[in-house]
C-alpha cells in the first residue's frame, strides 16, 4: 500500500513519484519541511514548502486511512465474512467516508429490530415479498406467526425493519444519494421561537437558505454558531423541489416498482420508511460533518495566511523603542527597550479619565524619550488606543526624531500572564511586561510573536470553533516556515523562537541560551556542536537557519548552509578573490556560471543559490518598514460619516472580505466585493494583514458597531447618512502631511506651567523654540 499512496500523493501534486518518495524518506527521517525546501532540493526535484505542507499532510490522512483499511479488513474477517469481492471493494475505497459506507453492515452495533427480525427467523419473508411482490404480504405473514412473533402484523413489521437496514447500508446507493444531496441540497436557518432578541447578532440567518456548494465558510461557522448558541435552528434539504426523486433511486436499486401487484405498495411504504427514517438522517449527519469539515479546512487556511502576513510584517528594525499599552482608569503602561529589546525603564502614566493628568504624563514620556534616545513609539490598538495616540502625537511634535505607530496588541496579555514572562522579565510587574511586548513586537514581529500561541494573536475567523489539533498543526508550520525563512540571530534570539528553528525543540533551545549565557556569544556555526545534546543530525537541520553576524567566518552570518562551504571555496578558487570581497559583489557573481561548480553532492538548485546568498547575504525577506497615519480628528465610531477618506491598516483578511483599522476602536469591513472593480475570488489577491490601505466609509451603523468601507474611491456611499446617534458632518477629506500637522499643532500644543517645567529640567527646552 505504501507505493500506492505515493502514486496517490504524485498524481495530486503534479510531480514525479520519485519525488514523493524521496520525500516522504526524509520526513520520516525526521528532516523538517523548511530544511527539505531549503536544501534539499536535488533529492526531492525542488518540491517547495508548499508543496511539501500539502504531501505532509496527505501523507497523513491516507496512512490514517490505510490504517482503518487494515482495522476494518481484520474485523470483516473475524466475523467471518470477508470474501474476495469485499476484500476488493474494500481495497478501492478511496476515502474514509466510502471505507466507513462499506463497513456499515458488519459493523459491530446494539441489537437493532432487523436483527431481532431475523433471529424470529423472518428473513425469508422479507426475501420472498421484495422478490416476488405478486405475494400477497397478509397472507405470507401469517405462515410466520408463532414464537415470538404475535401476528401477521408483527412478521410484517419485522420483514420490512430488515429491509430498512438493507437499503440504508447499502454503501454504492447511500454514496450516490449523498453526492446528490450535496450537489442539490440546501441548508436552511430560522430563528429559534422568542430567541430574536436574545440571537440579534445572527439576524441575517432568521430565514435564510443557501446550496450547500456554494456557502462560503464564514456562513457556515457563522450558522454553526448560532445553532450551538440556540439562537437558530439548522435544517438540511436534500432540494428544494420534492424528494420523491430519492426514494426513487431507492426503489430502482432494488427493483422495485408500482406495478399494481399485492406487494408493491407495501414495498414502496418499506423504501418511502428507509429514505425518511435511517438513510435521510445517516446523509444529514455525513453533509452536516462535510459542510463543517469544508468551511473548518478554509478559515485554518485563512488563519494560516494571515498568520504568515503578521509574522513576516516589516520589522521597524534596531532601534530603542518606547512602548505604550493603553488605559483608563487603570493608567497607560510605559516600557522603554533598547535597541536589542532589553528593558530600560517602565513607568505607569495617568493622562485620561478619571484621573487626567496629561501634562505631566507627556513630560514623563519625554523625560524617557529624551534620556534614552528613543526613535520609536508603539502604541497598543485596544482601550484608549486613540486618546494615547493623540498623546503620543504631542510627544512627537516635543521631541525631534520619534514616529509614532499604532500596533495590535493581540496576545500581549497573554505573553504578559506566560510562563516564559515570568522567566524573561522576573522583576518586572506582570502589568508592565504587555507594554515592553508592544515595544518589542514593533522592533521585530516574528521574535515577539513566536513567544505567544498563535491561536491568541487574533487573525482567525472563529478560532475558538476550529478543532485544536488541526489549527495547532496547521499553525505551528506557518510559525516554523516563517522563522526558518527569515532566519535566526543565534546570539540574540530567545529560547521560544529558537524553538521554532528547524531541528531544535524547546530542550535544545534551552541548551543554547544556558551555553550562551555561560560562554558569550558563538563565534562560529562549529561552535554550536559545544552545546549540550546538539548532536550531528540537529546540526545538519539548524545551522543553515542560525546566524552568526560578525562571527569568525562570514558565511556563518548567511543562509549558505556549513556542509556547502566546499563549494564557496570552489568558487574563490575560481574567482582567485577574497571571501569578504566577492560577498556582495553583485556583478562579479552574476558573471560566473552555477553549472561549472556542481558535483556529485551539490547539484544546480543548491549551486544557484549559494550565488544568490552571496550576493545579497542574509537577506531578509520582509518587506521594508511604513506606518499608516490616521485621520485627525477621527477618534470614535460617531466621527465617521459616508464619504470620508481614510488611511488604515489591514488587520485581518477573511473569506468575505478584509478588516481595517481606520482609528476608531472598531475595525471596518471592506466586503469582498469592494475590494476591487475587477472579480475577486480571494480577499488575499488583493490585500493582506499589514497593508496600508486608502479607503471611503460607505456606512456607518452605531448600534451594531458597523463601518462598511472601500477600497474603490469611486464608489458612492450610503444615502442618509451614519445610522444612529452622534454623527456629524463630514469635515473634509483632505489629509494634512505629518510636516503641517508638526508645524501647526507645535506652537498651538506649546506647554505651559508645570509641564513646561519638567520638559526643561529633561533638556527639552521649549518645544515651540524648534530645539
Given at each position: ?12 501534486l ?11 524518506e526524509?520526513?520520516d ?20 514548502d ?6 505532509e ?8 486511512l ?19 469481492a469485499?476484500?476488493?471493494?474494500i ?6 467516508a ?7 453492515p458488519?459493523?459491530?452495533?446494539r441489537?437493532?429490530k432487523?436483527?431481532?427480525a431475523?433471529?424470529?427467523?423472518l428473513?425469508p ?6 422478490s416476488d ?9 401469517a405462515?410466520?406467526?408463532g ?8 412478521a410484517?413489521?419485522?420483514a420490512?425493519?430488515?429491509l430498512?437496514e ?52 464564514h456562513?457556515?461557522?457563522a450558522?454553526f ?27 430502482h ?7 399494481g ?15 425518511r ?19 473548518e ?5 485563512v ?12 520589522p ?11 488605559g483608563?482608569?487603570?493608567g ?7 535597541a ?7 513607568d ?5 479619565e478619571?484621573r487626567?493628568?496629561?501634562d505631566?504624563?507627556?513630560a ?19 482601550t484608549a ?11 512627537v ?11 495590535s496588541?493581540?496576545?500581549?496579555s ?5 510562563a ?54 496547521s499553525?505551528?508550520?506557518?510559525v ?18 529558537l ?21 558569550g556569544?558563538f ?18 537541520q ?41 560577498i ?10 552555477p ?6 553532492t ?22 521594508a ?18 464619504g ?5 491598516v ?28 475587477n ?37 458612492e ?16 477629506n ?11 499643532g507645535?506652537?498651538r ?14 533638556g ?8
Amino acid at each position: 500500500m505504501t507505493t500506492s499512496i505515493h502514486q496517490r500523493i504524485a498524481e495530486e501534486l503534479g510531480v514525479r513519484e520519485r519525488q514523493v518518495q524521496a520525500a516522504v524518506e526524509l520526513l520520516d527521517g525526521g528532516a523538517t519541511v523548511p530544511f527539505i525546501a531549503r536544501y534539499r532540493k536535488e533529492v526531492t526535484g525542488t518540491l517547495d514548502d508548499a508543496q511539501l505542507r500539502t504531501l505532509e499532510e496527505r501523507l497523513r490522512y491516507l496512512r490514517e486511512l490505510e490504517e482503518r483499511r487494515a482495522a476494518i479488513l481484520e474485523s470483516i474477517r473475524s466475523q467471518g465474512k470477508l470474501d474476495d469481492a469485499l476484500a476488493a471493494q474494500i481495497a478501492a475505497a478511496d476515502s474514509k467516508a466510502r471505507l466507513e459506507d462499506i463497513y456499515l453492515p458488519f459493523k459491530p452495533k446494539r441489537r437493532t429490530k432487523a436483527q431481532i427480525a431475523r433471529e424470529a427467523g423472518l428473513e425469508p419473508l422479507a426475501d420472498g415479498l421484495l422478490s416476488d411482490p405478486s405475494v400477497d404480504p397478509q397472507a405470507a405473514a401469517a405462515a410466520f406467526v408463532g414464537e415470538g412473533v404475535a401476528d401477521a402484523a408483527a412478521a410484517l413489521d419485522g420483514a420490512r425493519a430488515i429491509l430498512v437496514e438493507r437499503f440504508s447500508e447499502d454503501a454504492d446507493l447511500v454514496g450516490e444519494l449523498r453526492e446528490r444531496m450535496w450537489s442539490k441540497g440546501r441548508l436552511v436557518a430560522a430563528v429559534r421561537e422568542g430567541k430574536e432578541e436574545e440571537g440579534a447578532k445572527f439576524s441575517d440567518y432568521f430565514d435564510f437558505a443557501e446550496p450547500f456548494t456554494k456557502l462560503p465558510s464564514h456562513r457556515t461557522l457563522a450558522m454553526f454558531r448560532g445553532e450551538k448558541e440556540e439562537a437558530l435552528t439548522l435544517t438540511l434539504e436534500p432540494e428544494p423541489e420534492p424528494t420523491g426523486t430519492y426514494e426513487g433511486r431507492v426503489a430502482h436499486r432494488f427493483g422495485i416498482s408500482d406495478q399494481g401487484r399485492p406487494a408493491d405498495k407495501w414495498l414502496a411504504d418499506t423504501v418511502r420508511w428507509a429514505w425518511r427514517t435511517r438513510i435521510l438522517v445517516h446523509l444529514g449527519i455525513d453533509l452536516r460533518m462535510r459542510l463543517w469539515q469544508a468551511a473548518e479546512d478554509e478559515a485554518v487556511r485563512v488563519f494560516a495566511a494571515n498568520l504568515r502576513d503578521l509574522l513576516l510584517a516589516a520589522p521597524a528594525g534596531s532601534r530603542a523603542t518606547m512602548g505604550l499599552d493603553p488605559g483608563l482608569r487603570t493608567g497607560v503602561k510605559v516600557a522603554v527597550v533598547d535597541a536589542t529589546g532589553k528593558v530600560l525603564a517602565t513607568d505607569t502614566i495617568y493622562p485620561h479619565e478619571p484621573r487626567r493628568r496629561w501634562d505631566e504624563s507627556l513630560a514623563t514620556l519625554a523625560t524617557l524619550a529624551k534620556r534614552h534616545n528613543v526613535e520609536l513609539v508603539a502604541i497598543g490598538n485596544g482601550t484608549a488606543s486613540r486618546e494615547t495616540d493623540k498623546l503620543a502625537g504631542e510627544l512627537v511634535r516635543l521631541v525631534p526624531g520619534l514616529t509614532k505607530i499604532v500596533v495590535s496588541e493581540a496576545g500581549a496579555s497573554v505573553y504578559s500572564a506566560s510562563a516564559f514572562a515570568s522567566q524573561e522579565l522576573p522583576g518586572l510587574d506582570v502589568s508592565l511586561r504587555g507594554a515592553v511586548s508592544i515595544a518589542r513586537r514593533l522592533q521585530d514581529p516574528l521574535a515577539e510573536l513566536v513567544k505567544i500561541d498563535p491561536k491568541s494573536i487574533g487573525v482567525g475567523q472563529y478560532q475558538h470553533d476550529l478543532a485544536e489539533t488541526k489549527l495547532s498543526r496547521s499553525l505551528d508550520a506557518v510559525v516554523e516556515d516563517c522563522v526558518n525563512a527569515v532566519g535566526v540571530d543565534v546570539n540574540t534570539a530567545s529560547a521560544p523562537l529558537l524553538t521554532r528553528v528547524s531541528g531544535i525543540g524547546s530542550t535544545l533551545a534551552d541548551n543554547i541560551v544556558q551555553h550562551r549565557d555561560a560562554n558569550g556569544p558563538f563565534r562560529s556555526r562549529k561552535a554550536l556542536k559545544d552545546v549540550a545534546r546538539l548532536g550531528p543530525k540537529a546540526f545538519e537541520q539548524c545551522a543553515g537557519f542560525l546566524r552568526i553576524p560578525g562571527g569568525d567566518d562570514p558565511l556563518d552570518a548567511s543562509s549558505v548552509h556549513p556542509e556547502a562551504y566546499p563549494v564557496v571555496r570552489r568558487i574563490l578558487s575560481a574567482t582567485g578573490g577574497d571571501l569578504t570581497r566577492l560577498i556582495g559583489n553583485g556583478s562579479a557573481l552574476r558573471s560566473l556560471k552555477p553549472q561549472d561548480f556542481v558535483d556529485e553532492t551539490f547539484g544546480l538548485p543548491t549551486v544557484t543559490d549559494i550565488l544568490a546568498e552571496l550576493e545579497k547575504p542574509g537577506r531578509d525577506p520582509r518587506p521594508a518598514f511604513k506606518t499608516a497615519t490616521f485621520k485627525e480628528g477621527v477618534e470614535k465610531l460617531s466621527d465617521l460619516t459616508p464619504g470620508m477618506l481614510l488611511e488604515g491598516v489591514v488587520t485581518n483578511v477573511a473569506a468575505f472580505g478584509a478588516f481595517v483599522d481606520v482609528g476608531v476602536h472598531q475595525d471596518g469591513l471592506v466586503h469582498v466585493s469592494a475590494l476591487s472593480h475587477n472579480f475577486v475570488r480571494d480577499p488575499r489577491e488583493v490585500v493582506k494583514p499589514g497593508d496600508i490601505v486608502r479607503v471611503k466609509v460607505l456606512d456607518v451603523d452605531i448600534p451594531r458597531k458597523r463601518i462598511s468601507l472601500t477600497l474603490r474611491l469611486d464608489d458612492e456611499p450610503a444615502k442618509g447618512g451614519s445610522r444612529g446617534q452622534g454623527g456629524r458632518e463630514n469635515r473634509g477629506n483632505n489629509r494634512e502631511s505629518g510636516r503641517q500637522r508638526q508645524e501647526r499643532g507645535g506652537q498651538r500644543n506649546a506647554p505651559g506651567g508645570a509641564m513646561a517645567d519638567a520638559l526643561r529640567r529633561a533638556g527639552l527646552g521649549n518645544p515651540g523654540s524648534g530645539r
